[in-house]
C-alpha cells in the first residue's frame, strides 16, 4: 500500500501521540523517522502532536535537538528541512519516571482529554503495567485512548498473560495495538491481495497444487552488542514466536468474510490452532537449532556467539532455528511448512516460497528428465517483490523434433515497477494505522497465546533433551541438519536462489 505524498490531512483526526521510552532504541531508529515520513507525506492532521516521554531532565529545545539529530542519522535518505520546520512545531518533551505514578500528573498539562491519545509503550513490558497505572491515576484514560505495545510480549505463555492481564486492567481488546512490524510490510500486506484477488492463486492455493511452503529470514548480524537480551530470548522467541508465525498464518489463512479487523484475525487464529503440536515425541525430527561459531561473513573476520562481549561461554541459547510445521486441517493436509532464521548466515533476505506440485506427466524429456517445479517467491526484504518462476520454450529455430524448455522468471520489483513511488517503512504504515483506528494489522491476544502454546512446547522439549544446540559457522546457512530437514523428503532450502542482502 503506497503512500501518496500527494495527500492531505482531511481524513485525519487531531491525534496526542505520547511516546513512551522516546529516548530509547526503537524510538531514535525507527518510530521518531516514522512519524516524520508522515509528516512529509502530509498525512498528520495540523493540530496532531507528539508528546516524548522519558525520564532524563532535559529542556524542550535539547529534546528538539536530539529528534532532528537521530532523524537525521537514521532517515536513509536526504533530509528535508520545510518538513523538519513543520516537524518540530508538534514536538514536546515531558519527564517522568515511568515507575512514579505520582509522577504521571505532569502529563496532564501536555495533552488534552477531549482528543483521542495514542501511547506508544516504547519500553521493555515489564513496566507496561507501571504505565497503565501512571496513567489511571492521572485520569487521562478514558474509551478513546489507543495503547500500541511492542512485541515480544513476555518470554511464554504464562509471563505474557500476567503482562496482558496488566494492560487489560485499564484498556479494552479494541483499544490495544499490538505490533509486529513485519505485518506493515508492502509484501506482506500484499498476500492478502495476491491470494484473494486473483483467481490463478485462490483456486490454487491447497494441498491439490501446492507440494510446501518455506519461509525463511535470514540475518548477517550477530548480537550488535544486545547479548543478555538475546540470550534470555533465543532466536525462537525472538523471530519464530512472532514473526514467522505471522507469516505463515497470512499464507495459511481461510479467505476472511470481510476485511475488517477481526474477521482476518478470526483466520489467522485458526491455523495458529491447527499448527500440529511438536513436542518430546517428535522434536528431533521436525526442529534444527544451531549457535554459530567464528568465521566471515561477507568477507570480513567475525567472533562466535560465546565470543561476543558479555558473553557467557556456557550459554545453550539457539542462534538459529529451522522447523518443519504441519498444520491439520483440510486445505494443507500434507502440505510442509519449513520454517527457519538465524544469524550471522551470509545474506540478510526474508522470503516466502511456495512450491507448486511438479506436473504428473513429463512431455519435455529432452530437455528436463524431471520437470521442475512452479516456484511462487514473495520477498518481503531487502528487494521487496513478487517472483514466479515458469517453463519456457527457447526461442529459436532447431532441426529437431523436440522442444527446448527453460526456466524463466516473471519478476515484480516493487522499487522497479513503483520507482516514482516511495514505498513506506512498515512502521510509517502501523504508525497510521493506529492513528486512523484500525487493527486490522494488529495481533490479536488469543493469537498471542496461541503462538506462545506452540512455541512453548517446543521449547520444553529442547529443555527435556538436554541436547546442545548444533554448531554452524557464521557466514553459512546453518547447521547441516536443517539441510537434511528438507533432504530426507527430496527438498531443499531456496538458499541457492536467494539475492544479496545489504
Not at 499448527?275 to 561473513?297: D, H
Not at 537434511?484 to 531456496?494: F, K
Amino acid at each position: 500500500m503506497i503512500i501518496d505524498t500527494g495527500a492531505t490531512n482531511s481524513g485525519y483526526e487531531p491525534i496526542d501521540f505520547v511516546l513512551f521510552g522516546t529516548l530509547g532504541d526503537l524510538a531514535r531508529r525507527k518510530l521518531l523517522p516514522s512519524l516524520y515520513q508522515l509528516e512529509k507525506a502530509k498525512l498528520l492532521n495540523s493540530d496532531t502532536n507528539i508528546i516524548g516521554v522519558a525520564r532524563q531532565d532535559m529542556q524542550q529545545a535539547e529534546y528538539v535537538a536530539k529528534v532532528k539529530e537521530n532523524i537525521s542519522k537514521f532517515l536513509g535518505e536526504t533530509f528535508c528541512d520545510e518538513t523538519w520546520q513543520r516537524f518540530e512545531q508538534r514536538l514536546d518533551y515531558v519527564q517522568i519516571d515511568m515507575k512514579n505514578a505520582e509522577d504521571y500528573s505532569k502529563l496532564c498539562e501536555h495533552v488534552d482529554v477531549s482528543r483521542t491519545m495514542v501511547c506508544y509503550f516504547a519500553t521493555p513490558p515489564s513496566i507496561y503495567g507501571d504505565i497503565c497505572k501512571g496513567m489511571e491515576a492521572a485520569n487521562v484514560i478514558d474509551p478513546s485512548v489507543r495503547v500500541v505495545l511492542e512485541k515480544p510480549i513476555g518470554h511464554d505463555l504464562a509471563s505474557s498473560k500476567v503482562i496482558n492481564e496488566q494492560v487489560a486492567a485499564f484498556f479494552s481488546e479494541r483499544q490495544i495495538y499490538r505490533i509486529d512490524h513485519y505485518l506493515g510490510k508492502e509484501t506482506v500486506l500484499n498476500l492478502i491481495a495476491l491470494r484473494f484477488a486473483n483467481s490463478i492463486f485462490a483456486t490454487n492455493w491447497d494441498h491439490n497444487c501446492i507440494d510446501h511452503v518455506q519461509i525463511s529470514v535470514a540475518e548477517s548480524v550477530g548480537i550488535e552488542g544486545r547479548w543478555g537480551y538475546f540470550d534470555d530470548a533465543g532466536q525462537m522467541r525472538d523471530m519464530v514466536q512472532n514473526h514467522l508465525l505471522q507469516i505463515l498464518s497470512l499464507v495459511a489463512m481461510e479467505p476472511p468474510t470481510t476485511l475488517d479487523a477481526d474477521s482476518i484475525r478470526d483466520e489467522k487464529l485458526k491455523v495458529l490452532k491447527a499448527l500440529r503440536p511438536i513436542n518430546s515425541s517428535n522434536v528431533a525430527e521436525k526442529t534444527v537449532r544451531g549457535q554459530y561459531v567464528a568465521g566471515f561473513v561477507r568477507g570480513a573476520e567475525v567472533p562466535g556467539y560465546l565470543e561476543e562481549p558479555d558473553a557467557n561461554e556456557k550459554s545453550k541459547t539457539e542462534t538459529f532455528v529451522a522447523i518443519k510445521a504441519e498444520i491439520d486441517n483440510w486445505r494443507w493436509a500434507g502440505v510442509p511448512f519449513y520454517l527457519r532464521t538465524g544469524k550471522r548466515l551470509p545474506n540478510k533476505t526474508s522470503e516466502v516460497v511456495i512450491y507448486f506440485k511438479r506436473q504428473p506427466h513429463n512431455l519435455f524429456g529432452d530437455s528436463f528428465t524431471t520437470l521442475p517445479q512452479n516456484k511462487l517467491v514473495i520477498r518481503l526484504q531487502p528487494d521487496e517483490g513478487v517472483e514466479i518462476t515458469v517453463m519456457n520454450k527457447v526461442p529459436g529455430l532447431t532441426s529437431s523434433r523436440s522442444m527446448d524448455l527453460q526456466k524463466s522468471k516473471l519478476n515484480l520489483s516493487f522499487s522497479e515497477a513503483f520507482e516514482a513511488q516511495r514505498i513506506p517503512d512498515a512502521y510509517e504504515k502501523l504508525l497510521l494505522e493506529v492513528m486512523i483506528g484500525n487493527q486490522a494489522l494488529f495481533v490479536r491476544r488469543d493469537e498471542i497465546e496461541q503462538a506462545w502454546t506452540w512455541v512453548d512446547s517446543i521449547k520444553a522439549a529442547w529443555g527435556k533433551s538436554n541436547e546442545p544446540a548444533e554448531s554452524y559457522q557464521a557466514g553459512t546457512w546453518g547447521p547441516v541438519s536443517s539441510i537434511a530437514l528438507l533432504a530426507r523428503e527430496g527438498r531443499s532450502w531456496y538458499e541457492s536462489k536467494m539475492k544479496r542482502g545489504k
